[in-house]
């Protein structure tokens, strides 16, 4: 099971740094501009996600973000997998840019983000999150990412239909999302 984990978190590594390279202004989609990390920290259930390797097996996921002393946020993210296992994965996410917490830099705590410190973060974009911090979208600038946030397992079917609309507005393709099953 160790060695399972182990991959799997060196997968979600290669696939974060896969995708780091997105400067196309023209292309990206826009974010909230500002979060308030007081009150986006705690737990956020997926509701769903687009395909992505390292979650390949992930029936429930959920992330726990804490701020820490040094304005950075300690990620903790749990996959329960098809066969009932719990996963995790632990991490530290950091602002691209000073005093910008709408972009995020992400690096999970592995082997190989380790063995290569400055090629291993990924990009966690805040799209969009409502008024009282309840729901959200968080993606990737090149879109190949995408998670429905919320801070209960399951949303009535009006905010779930506000999400992806606002989704699709900003060039995400909903149609292959997976959402989140029961039990």
């Not at 986006?40 to 390292?54: D, H, K, N, S, V």
């Not at 029936?59 to 304005?71: F, I, K, T």
């Amino acid at each position: 099971m160790a060695m399972r984990t182990a991959l799997m978190l060196s997968c979600m590594t290669l696939a974060l740094v896969g995708c780091a390279g997105s400067n196309d202004e023209h292309r990206t989609p826009p974010t909230t501009q500002q979060v308030d990390l007081q009150r986006y920290q705690g737990t956020w259930y997926e509701l769903a996600r687009l395909p992505m390797f390292f979650q390949r097996n992930c029936v429930q996921s959920e992330a726990r973000y804490g701020l820490r002393e040094d304005g950075r946020i300690d990620v903790n993210n749990r996959c329960k997998e098809k066969d009932g296992q719990w996963n995790e994965a632990k991490g530290i996410a950091e602002a691209q840019q000073p005093g910008k917490t709408d972009k995020l830099w992400v690096q999970f705590d592995n082997w190989f983000s380790r063995l290569a410190p400055g090629l291993t973060k990924g990009e966690y974009w805040v799209l969009y999150h409502d008024k009282d911090y309840r729901v959200a979208l968080v993606g990737h600038p090149n879109r190949e990412y995408l998670w429905l946030l919320s801070r209960t397992p399951a949303i009535t079917d009006q905010e779930r239909e506000e999400l992806l609309s606002i989704a699709r507005k900003q060039g995400y393709d909903t149609s292959k999302l997976i959402w989140r099953q029961e039990g």
